[in-house]
């Protein structure tokens, strides 16, 4: 093995799969009339059994750990291994041991921590709004913001130290975008500092966001937007990852 091994990776986010829950998607549009069967199509025209997914977040409409399992077989059946992180509506999602104890085989995930598949390192953690944003709010989003700092502090830790012996590659998985209006955030600054490869994130959903949205290199990382709306439900092949590259 040596410098020049490439891995197929791809990553589509905010599948928001139905959780038991009565909410037709295509109230927010008709592009989203029957998304699941469409992400189905075109995931299983172009992902291979041995392709590795990542999945930013807002996998889930469920409420309940019970409700979720139905929306991960369904991804378990795809073709791939999957690496999962956490969105804003999760809220099935609220303890990283008890999500990991319903993951069906060819399901992982990372919370505030790191793992390895194959030779590349994953981390993540949710993210949140920023101070600035129109609906930021310091009394009751800045311990959340703050909350998440830390968590991709330690998800980064964690990821080196993983990747250090053999110099792998660091993919971070984040759900909120780590940019503001094209200037990185706090998110993004460590992202950077840690010498991470690449950074998928979802969570916008409207055509002038992204537009404006932060994507390719941007000191020294690879951004790329991933929420499945804004990829016209195909999941999105990253460049290749070389090993040294981060």
């Known amino acids: 093995m040596d410098g020049t091994e490439t891995v197929r990776i791809w990553a589509i986010a905010d599948l928001h799969l139905p959780g038991r829950q009565d909410k037709p998607m295509d109230i927010f549009g008709a592009h989203w009339r029957d998304h699941a069967a469409t992400i189905e199509a075109n995931w299983r025209a172009n992902i291979a059994p041995a392709d590795l997914v990542l999945i930013a977040g807002d996998i889930s409409w469920a409420m309940r750990l019970s409700d979720v399992c139905d929306d991960l077989a369904w991804i378990d059946a795809l073709p791939g291994t999957k690496v999962l992180c956490k969105g804003n509506h999760d809220y099935w999602w609220n303890s990283r041991s008890r999500a990991r104890s319903v993951l069906p085989p060819s399901l992982q995930l990372v919370d505030c921590d790191a793992l390895r598949v194959d030779d590349v390192v994953l981390c993540g953690t949710r993210g949140w709004s920023v101070p600035g944003d129109r609906d930021f709010d310091q009394a009751t989003d800045g311990r959340i913001y703050e909350r998440e700092l830390g968590r ?8 080196q130290q993983l990747a250090a012996p053999e110099n792998l590659p660091i993919i971070v998985l984040l759900h909120f975008p780590p940019f503001r209006e094209g200037e990185p955030t706090a998110f993004a600054e460590r992202i950077a500092a840690a010498g991470a490869a690449a950074c998928v994130y979802g969570h916008l959903h409207q055509a002038d966001q992204w537009a404006s949205a932060t994507t390719g290199c941007v000191a020294g990382v690879h951004y790329y937007l991933t929420a499945c709306d804004a990829l016209q439900f195909n999941p ?5 990852v070389e090993r040294g590259h981060a």
């Open 152 to 159: 991709l502090d330690r998800a980064l830790a964690g990821a």
């Open 236 to 240: 999105l092949r990253l460049a290749e």
